[in-house]
């Protein structure tokens, strides 16, 4: 890795932050290792501006903004070369050991990217007795490492690839007080926060059905990967009540059903409750 960063304040009120870093991983591909990950910020002391800085109830009041890119690279090692392994066989009653491929090679994976532009402003009153911060954020991950499905006659049934992109964004907002500074000490504090998230591009995929491996659930995907969705969809079927009568069994797409049961909704219409009739029931 190679990082260089420069700061500059100009008269205690503006204050402007550059950074870029070189990162090179061993990780990726031979024409991909290496990724320039840049990022800027700027702040403003408006408490330091001749209209506020007499104020004696305002400590510091301080705007600022940044935007910048990281990368990632938690990927397990070897994922983009061409690898082999040992399988094991009976042949004529004797065990034999053989090696065949079972990786193919991604010279082109690249660094996962995450871009992030923040605004948030910093409020601090009464001898800094009471603190106000709030920050906005907008996040976006682009060329997602993903095991993507191959056709069978390639000889492999996936490969790790760079696919997709998340988009995350959001409020943050933090208050704390000193109620009593003393002998006895009492502070109280509040935070909340809010995320939205969604799934904005799957690639070729419109939707990827995730497998918890829970005992539970094994072999059932319970979430789904929807591009336009949040990740953690999960899915299932939609229940409309309950069988009342037989006659409404017999009309229904659950004709073995019993009185009592879970009535489910057929969302293709095709006269069956399956796998097809799953949909998003929450997240």
Known sequence: SYLGR????????????????????????????????????????LSEEKFLSDSKTINNLK?????????????????????????????????????SPNGIANPDLRWERTTQFNVGLDFSLFSGRLNLTTDFYKKVTDDLLLEVQLPRSSGFSTALQNIGSVENQGIEFAIDATLLNGPLFWSIGFNAAYNK????????????????????????AVSALIEGEPIGNFIGYENAGIFSTQEEIDNSAQTGAQIGARRYVDQNGDGRINDDDRTVIGK
Request: net charge positive.
């Open 6 to 45: 420069v700061n500059y304040s100009l008269n205690n009120k503006y204050l402007f932050t550059l950074t870029g870093r070189v990162d090179g991983s061993s990780r990726f591909g031979e024409n991909n290792k290496y990724a320039f990950f840049p990022s800027g910020s700027f702040a403003w002391r």
């Open 63 to 99: 705007l600022r903004t940044s935007v910048g890119v990281t990368g990632n690279q938690e990927i397990a090692v070897y994922q983009s070369l061409a690898r082999l392994g040992v399988n094991r066989y009976t042949i004529n009653g004797e065990p034999l050991v053989g090696i």
């Open 197 to 220: 998230n969604e799934v904005t591009d799957l690639g070729q995929e419109e939707r990827r059905l995730i497998d918890p491996g829970f005992n539970l659930f094994k072999g059932q």
